[in-house]
């Protein structure tokens, strides 16, 4: 069999619906970020980023990189091996107390990844508690629904952001079930947040654990970056808080917090953290140091709601269609894949502007987007570069001037 030609097929109709998707080949300057290297063969040698979910820079910030630097001459460069088998290390106990003590809990745990965190701890809660149901907000992210769908448990899923639809589907299910409510706090593709604090009075009425996703709020939000849960006085309530150091704390790796008892359950019983080789220790002492100096520092945070409430000031003032919400993320609707590529692929060769299209499977189809995400080492200048080239855009390709 040729299995080359099945692959090519299957390829074939990936970029006939438009949904392809091509890598940039980037290399970040230090110096100058969020500009970057570009290797491609039609693009300017500079461009500037725009769609990173290094919200703060903090993968840019001199002490975190001169911690990673410190561990590296201490310890090498990897773990050697899992936590279970020679890959604990010091760094890693360091890393989870700060964690724990960001959100305010008992204990955490680290992952490689805020994917395998969601992963593997839904999968072993729902496989592992007694007649568990997960009640899932419908808009959850991938990770989340393949740790459901792995835990083989029933599911019920709940309308977006809706506490009352919750209620009822949760006093429909049987008294002795395990519930465990599963939402996010910021929601990614359209940067909406939760109503938190009704969310868990509701799953606390019916006696539910509350699995509450982070990683598109912690460093971001509340008073240390704890996340929306800190900036609500709501972390207490919650009984599991999933992050993530790959995003505004600029580094890698996902993890969860909760009572002692629970991160041993889970560091126990599932195999995506047994059977997986750890963090590099080096990477651990980065993702530290940027937390703790988010917990004392507010001028990243100062800066990039400024720029972000920038950005959405001028492309109002241009008639740029935006979805209003009330985060950090800005997306603007295309609804059409192909048209999507093309515009961005003319921004990056035209105007050195660097954005990935936002296409199925990521969201649904027809709602194709561009995602914007200013941070606090974009300049006035590379906004207002950003909105002409959007105003040109908009003007050659007769985009309709609305969001919906």
């Not at 992963?119 to 991938?142: K, Q």
């Not at 953290?273 to 963090?279: E, S, V």
Request: aromatic share 8%; charged share 25%.
């Amino acid at each position: 069999m040729n299995f080359d030609r099945l692959f090519n097929q299957e390829l074939d109709a990936l970029k006939k619906e438009g949904n392809y998707r091509i890598f940039a080949e980037l290399e970040r300057f230090c110096s100058s970020s969020p500009r970057a290297r570009s290797y491609g063969e039609d693009t300017p040698d500079e461009v500037t980023v725009w769609c990173s979910n290094d919200y703060l820079g903090m993968s840019q910030n001199e002490k975190v990189r001169q911690a990673m630097k410190d561990a590296i001459d201490v310890g090498g460069t990897g773990a050697g091996g899992t936590r279970n088998i020679s890959g604990t290390n010091h760094e890693h106990m360091l890393l989870e107390r700060e964690l724990s003590d960001l959100h305010g809990k008992e204990a955490a745990l680290l992952f490689t990844s805020g994917y395998v965190s969601n992963w593997a701890s839904l999968s072993t809660l729902g496989a592992r508690m007694p007649d568990a149901v997960i009640f899932s907000d419908s808009l959850n992210h991938a990770s989340m629904i393949e740790g459901i769908r792995q835990a083989r448990c029933p599911k019920v899923i709940w309308r977006h952001n809706d506490p009352e639809d919750l209620d009822r589907k949760l006093a429909e299910t049987p008294a002795n079930a395990t519930k465990i409510v599963a939402f996010e706090s910021v929601y990614s593709m359209d940067g909406d947040i939760c109503p938190l604090k009704e969310i868990v009075e509701v799953a606390e009425r019916h006696m539910a654990m509350t699995y509450l996703d982070e990683v598109h709020a912690v460093g971001l939000y509340g008073p240390r970056g704890g996340g929306i849960a800190e900036r609500e006085g709501l972390m207490d309530r919650i009984t599991l808080i999933e992050g993530t150091l790959g995003k505004a704390f600029g580094c890698m790796g996902g993890y969860i917090t909760g009572s002692a008892a629970l991160c041993d359950f889970i560091r126990s019983f599932a195999s995506g953290f047994i059977f997986t080789t750890a963090l590099p220790p080096a990477v651990a002492a980065a993702a530290r140091t940027s937390i703790a100096h988010l917990k004392t520092s507010d001028a990243e945070r100062l800066m990039q709601r400024r720029q972000v409430a920038r950005l959405r000031a001028k492309l109002d003032a241009a008639g740029i269609p935006h979805m209003d919400n009330p985060s950090h993320i800005i997306p603007v609707l295309i609804k059409d894949p192909v048209k999507c590529r093309m515009i961005c692929d003319y921004l990056m060769r035209e105007w050195g502007i660097y954005l990935q299209p936002i296409n199925y499977p990521t969201v649904p189809k027809g709602t194709e987007r561009l995602r914007f995400t200013p941070g606090p080492l974009h300049s006035d200048e590379d906004i207002d570069r950003v909105v002409n080239a959007l105003t040109v855009l908009w003007k050659q390709c007769a985009i309709a001037h609305a969001v919906a």
